[in-house]
């Protein structure tokens, strides 16, 4: 059975509360994780065990960390690397004894995730995230998270802390010779590394794709379509190794056949993502609310696809529209990401009767 959960970022980082997550109906999870840790560090056990008591204490539980960022030492392989992961291991080895079984974590070079706009006016009044390529071709990359930084609203976004965008200069030298070859081999180094303790505690590792999925200022991509994802889980055949399935991320690029890809990934699919995308042109996009009617994708024919492979997973509704009124870190506000969750529990309980009904 899936489990209907709500990404959280935490007291303090969030302005949705656990209180509200506890009232939508069907969410009995959060995703959440330790939002001021720096990518490379230790998780401290008592850290990882206060989070969760402060969920549980609402009566909600952990359903799994999005994210557990992998540090730059260990995408370019740099000469520490094995130190870094050493501190991976820890971290995995601490959230294993709170209880905790599922990390999602990306390896993409420099930028976690690109969008243009973060509050593009749709007609109805609400706002949403959109990407077009020209904006992109348009804006050096240096000065990118200052073309954002007004419209988030006062809040931090994921992968785009003002510090890390500081040094994005640094970032780019970094990455410069690391080539779409080697940063697989190095992907595939560090998850050889990580597999014991994941066996040990039964963790699944969820690799979050490439945002958008494809190339953007030449920056490698090794996440973004079925037959990468099939070669990432070939070369680390163990099934702690698996999938983010995100339909926002592989489905902006429209070739990518989503129902298809879900259906080759069966069985490693340990985390979903469900969100709706709006094409104006093939480069032009915005994030949609969740119904099928709404944007471009078929959002029953997909749910139907996670229920027919057996995913029991943990499952969130991806960034939502601002609506309302609501001031909230862009695509993550409650209300639209609510509707969401409801609408895909309805999507899900008809699948489910269907199937029942023989
Ligand atoms: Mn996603």
Redesign the pocket.
Known sequence: MMEMTFRWFGSGFDSVSLEQIRQIPGVKGVITTLYDTTPGEAWEKDKILALKKEVEDKDLKIAGIESVNVCDAIKVAAADRDMYIDNYIKTLTNLGEADIHMVCYNFMPVFD?TRTELARVRKDGSTVMAYTQEAIDRINPDNIFDSLKNDTNGFILPGWEPERMEKVKELFEMYKDVDENKLFDNLVYFLKAIMPVCDKYDINMAI??D?PAWSVYGLSRIITNKEQLLKMLKAVDNPHNGI?F????YGTNLNNDLVDTIHALKGRIHFA?I?NLKFITPDNFEESAHLSSDGDFDMYAIMKALYETGFDGPMRP??GRMIWGEEAMPGYGLYDRALGATYLQGLWEAIDKNARVK
């Not at 995100?246 to 991320?249: L, N, V």
């Open positions: 995730w979050h794709p945002d983010t995100c339909t926002g991320s993502h969100r991806d960034h």
